[in-house]
């Protein structure tokens, strides 16, 4: 997406909890939404890149709040998929990350994986080598920052994170 965009939009549900409004504009700049309104009262900026969704229902991003990236439901024995080893369970994240995103689905809590694969995961949508894909938020990230996660005991089956510890 340009810079700066203009979604003209048919319907758009903000979420909010107010009505939705029919033949809106959203304008994002950059990663933020800078205006949002009716397309009578929500001026254009000149220069911004115009997407015509004028015959679409337009909303927010879902958000699922308790993920596990590599398993198929429909499968069946989803501990049995936790448990085999990390190629066939990346494969399965990367189309269910596919999934997740046509669905509407732009953020995903990823509950934890086994092999790290969670950690491994959203490193590769951050550096472009997974995508287009829903941003990743996982119970990890914050003792990621800290300086010596093995001594909180972030040791699995004697294997270290990726990037060491």
Request: proline content about 8%; aromatic content about 4%.
């Amino acid at each position: 997406m340009a810079a700066l965009c203009a979604i003209r939009c048919g319907t758009l549900f903000d979420g909010t909890g107010a009505s939705a409004i029919r033949s809106a504009v959203v304008v994002v700049d950059g990663a933020r939404i800078t205006a949002v309104g009716p397309a009578a009262t929500t001026p254009v900026p000149a220069g911004a890149a115009v997407l015509d969704w004028s015959d679409r229902f337009v909303m927010p991003g879902l958000v699922d709040a308790h993920s596990h990236i590599s398993i198929v439901p429909g499968d069946g024995d989803q501990i049995g998929q936790l448990r085999q080893e990390a190629v066939p369970q990346a494969l399965r994240a990367t189309a269910n990350l596919r999934r997740d995103l046509a669905s509407g689905t732009t953020t995903l809590r990823v509950m934890t994986e086994e092999h790290f694969l969670d950690v491994a995961v959203r490193a590769a949508i951050e550096a472009g080598v997974i995508g287009p894909a829903p941003a990743l938020r996982h119970p990890r990230h914050h003792l990621e920052q800290w300086p010596r996660p093995r001594a909180l005991g972030l040791r699995r089956g004697g294997r270290d994170p990726p990037g060491g510890a």
